[in-house]
């Protein structure tokens, strides 16, 4: 079977493409903080809000998510954005810790 050169540079944009756009997704989740970091764990870091020990940290309400809180540097729609706390880690949209603020 022969390649045209339309074909082949067709094909060789969408492999771009798909590269690009797995290095981005990657991206994401590359530098994001661990729960088990030292820094999340003074503060109570959960990724996921749901799973915060409420009994422990009382001050957590239903819908507080780090994607809401004023310490949140992404967008609104984004999975995972910086936090002022951590420097350059990032932090899960959905996740949570005790200095959540919506000031």
Do not use: H
């Not at 771009?16 to 997704?25: H, N, Q």
């Not at 994001?32 to 940290?57: C, L």
């Amino acid at each position: 079977m022969k390649t045209s050169r339309r074909q082949f540079l067709l094909l060789g944009v969408s492999a771009g493409s798909a590269l690009v756009l797995t290095r981005a997704a990657f991206a994401d989740t590359a530098n994001t903080i661990s729960e088990t970091d030292p820094k999340a764990q003074a503060v109570g870091y959960k990724a996921d809000a749901s799973r915060v020990d409420k009994a422990k940290f009382p001050g957590y309400a239903a819908g507080q998510t780090c994607g809401n809180c004023s310490l949140f540097q992404g967008k609104a729609n984004d999975a995972y954005g910086g936090c002022t706390l951590f420097g350059d880690k990032q932090v899960d949209a959905r996740g949570w810790c005790s200095s959540y603020s919506n000031i």
